[in-house]
């Protein structure tokens, strides 16, 4: 918008309408543009998990929540994260999801756990995200 605004104020010189007008657009911009975004990204991430070939490529992955942080095991491997590497915790309404620090995250489908095991380990991992924040 800055941009615009100085090509405006180069071809026309100074307005006020305009000015205003600009700000008030990159206002809006800058306060709606980052949440629009990152709904966009969950419902495209939801999309993309929902696929299914995952699980099957995969195989079945076990993720413990404790005091030290995360411990996920799977045919792949085993991983142990503490909690100061958790980004976020997030609670939709069809997954968990616990986003850690770079590429690397879990989304858990509450079909899969339950809803109320996922609000308790969404608490539980929360609570401890929290004190290492």
Not at 83 to 104: K, Q
Request: proline residues 3%; aromatic residues 16%; hydrophobic residues 45%.
């Amino acid at each position: 918008m800055l941009c615009f605004w100085l090509f405006a104020l180069a071809t026309d010189g100074f307005n006020w309408v305009s000015t205003t007008l600009y700000l008030a657009v990159s206002v809006l911009w800058f306060f709606l543009f980052p949440a629009r975004f990152d709904r966009r990204v969950q419902r495209y991430t939801e999309k993309f998990i929902d696929e299914g070939s995952f699980g099957r490529s995969l195989g079945p992955c076990e993720l413990t929540l404790s005091e030290s942080g995360l411990h996920s095991k799977s045919s792949m491997g085993e991983s142990t994260f503490k909690w100061s590497s958790v980004d976020r915790v997030l609670l939709t309404d069809s997954y968990l999801f616990i986003f850690l620090t770079g590429p690397i995250g879990y989304p858990i489908l509450l079909a899969d756990v339950g809803q109320d095991a996922a609000k308790a380990a969404y608490d539980y991992a929360l609570s401890h995200h929290l004190k290492t924040a």
